[in-house]
């Protein structure tokens, strides 16, 4: 006679706490305006222009060089800076679904807004790259110290403090060389210039380090959770989403990390 085999007990499950995202990167470093649910997203259409006031007056500066009893040889005169292209706004989603028990839905919903929550930023930063490295201008290929040598110098030409826009990966290597020291809730370069290291930014930016002018400017909207049902198949689902827009007055300078010195 065959034994019957005793069926096992099965997984208990349990469910993982929400974590909140991490207090670092793109969006730590933006001074944000939040929407309220009721205000038109205006900047949904062609995005947001920031117009230069800080950055691009060289060609209406100098220094007088004639001497106070000469005869003038020249004119004070100059141009402004051209308008930027306006910054692109971008929509940033996650989705859920399950069937459609009362239960079910209270968790779809909760699981739609938290991939938005933690997902968010790091998805901004990479579209972000993108930009960063159409509008800084190119840069040498120098081993860390080297790189951030020349983004401070091309900072203090313009007698602003800015940020240095990184991939994550090289806080480890900047904290230690002390290219990076903590000041309070951020890090700081040799000269005072606000590190922005992002998740997002590791394969956006890669190897290349971009400094912009301070502040950054953001727009969003309030984060939404639209929600439909699926009779036919038993399913409920859901869509956390939210609209966005993140703006600098400058893309200083690049530079390309090739080696790190010890």
Known sequence: MTQPIAAPLPAVEIEAPLVNPAPYGLYAATAWTDLGPDEPLRFLGEGVRIRPHNYGGESAFGVWDATWCAEPTGTKDGERPDLPDPFDPMVVWA????DLTAPSQAEVRERAAQNLRLLEQTAVETQFSAR???????????????CVGYLEGELAKTDTLGFIHAGAQWAAHAVPGKLAVRVGTVLKSPMGHTWVFGGGYVDGLGDTLVATSAP?????SQAAVREAFDERHNRFLAIAERAVVIGYE?????ATVEAVTP
């Open 95 to 98: 989705y859920d679904e399950c």
């Open 132 to 146: 960063l490295l159409a509008d800084a201008p190119a840069g040498p290929t120098d081993d860390l110290v080297a």
């Open 216 to 220: 950054l400017f953001g727009w969003r």
């Open 250 to 254: 400058k893309a200083i300078a690049e």
